[in-house]
């Protein structure tokens, strides 16, 4: 076939003008930029939200794509968040730090901890999230997933010092509430009881009370469950339905342990 052609072809196929790649790789630029500005202690804050700025002005021309709705005033209200996300950000390692006994300072956890960077992005995304910005606070969150396994929905509700341990393989949906004081272990599921475009603007995902504990694996699913205060799930259990406070829900699973008799 002639390659004119097949580059004719392609071109016609190429149906989304907003499809930017370049975009994404924007906004990891713009993440990294913004974790190290607000926790490492050599970097030049002032310098930095300059060159932050000048980045986010770059995603409003790539993402804004609602002209009937300018992003121009976002940067500024951002902005203004960012000491509180920070303070909440450090109520999380704080929860970490003293909550895992294997934490050897706190140092620790804003460098080497998967859960507390999933976390911190999160915090970042869900500021964007709240202010209607397209796509950019997912492709941080997705960044984020990327790197430690950890897919939370910038549209999440998280309540102070939450402690995600271990982390791969956590995933909380985007109507998911989770209040204070939280603790999930890795594989634990925040999720949909049924998955339809029409429920789109309905809650989709569990409501977590204060104080909860969710063990390895657990799996919690629909938007009228919720976890009341004070309950702890066991690993790998299956809840669909709400839980009172102060309860313990855990998964039975029979073991057997065949020994081989002695024949030395």
């Given at each position: 076939?002639?390659?004119?052609?097949?580059?004719?072809?392609?071109?016609?196929?190429?149906?989304?003008?907003?499809?930017?790649?370049?975009?994404?790789?924007?906004?990891?630029?713009?993440?990294?930029?913004?974790?190290?500005?607000?926790?490492?202690?050599?970097?030049?804050?002032?310098?930095?939200?300059?060159?932050?700025?000048?980045?986010?002005?770059?995603?409003?021309?790539l993402?804004?794509?609602?002209?009937?709705?300018?992003?121009t005033?976002?940067?500024?209200?951002?902005?203004?968040?960012?000491?509180?996300?920070?303070?909440?950000?450090?109520?999380?390692?704080?929860?970490?730090?003293?909550?895992?006994?294997?934490?050897?300072?706190?140092?620790?956890?804003?460098?080497?901890?998967p859960g507390?960077?999933a976390?911190?992005?999160?915090?970042?995304?869900?500021?964007?999230?709240?202010?209607?910005?397209?796509?950019?606070?997912?492709?941080?969150?997705?960044?984020?997933?990327?790197?430690?396994?950890v897919?939370?929905?910038?549209?999440?509700?998280?309540?102070?010092?939450?402690?995600?341990?271990?982390?791969?393989g956590?995933v909380?949906?985007?109507?998911?509430?989770?209040?204070?004081?939280?603790?999930?272990?890795?594989?634990?599921?925040?999720?949909?009881?049924y998955?339809?475009?029409?429920?789109?603007?309905?809650?989709r995902?569990p409501t977590?009370?204060?104080?909860?504990?969710?063990?390895?694996?657990a799996?919690?699913?629909?938007?009228?469950?919720?976890?009341?205060?004070?309950?702890?799930?066991?690993?790998?259990?299956?809840?669909?339905?709400?839980?009172?406070?102060?309860?313990?829900?855990?998964?039975s699973?029979?073991?057997k342990?065949?020994?081989?008799?002695?024949v030395?």
């Open positions: 076939m002639d390659k004119s052609i097949i580059v004719k072809k392609i071109i016609e196929n190429k149906k989304q003008p907003n499809l930017r790649f370049r975009l994404k790789r924007k906004v990891e630029d713009f993440t990294d930029l913004l974790f190290l500005t607000l926790f490492d202690i050599e970097t030049p804050v002032e310098t930095n939200i300059e060159s932050l700025e000048i980045k986010f002005d770059e995603l409003i021309n993402a804004c794509w609602d002209i009937e709705k300018p992003c005033k976002i940067w500024g209200n951002y902005l203004e968040r960012l000491p509180m996300v920070l303070e909440k950000l450090n109520l999380d390692a704080e929860a970490i730090a003293s909550c895992d006994p294997a934490s050897l300072s706190i140092e620790e956890v804003y460098m080497a901890y507390f960077y976390i911190a992005i999160y915090r970042l995304a869900h500021e964007l999230y709240n202010k209607g910005f397209p796509l950019v606070p997912r492709l941080m969150t997705e960044y984020a997933h990327r790197q430690t396994g897919d939370i929905n910038p549209g999440a509700q998280i309540g102070e010092s939450f402690f995600i341990d271990h982390a791969t956590v909380i949906g985007e109507t998911a509430i989770i209040k204070n004081n939280v603790k999930i272990y890795q594989g634990v599921t925040l999720g949909a009881l998955v339809a475009k029409n429920l789109q603007r309905t809650k995902h977590i009370e204060d104080n909860v504990t969710i063990y390895a694996n799996t919690i699913l629909g938007g009228n469950t919720i976890i009341g205060e004070n309950s702890i799930i066991g690993g790998n259990a299956w809840v669909t339905s709400s839980v009172a406070p102060n309860s313990t829900v855990f998964h699973a029979e073991i342990i065949k020994t081989l008799p002695d030395s």
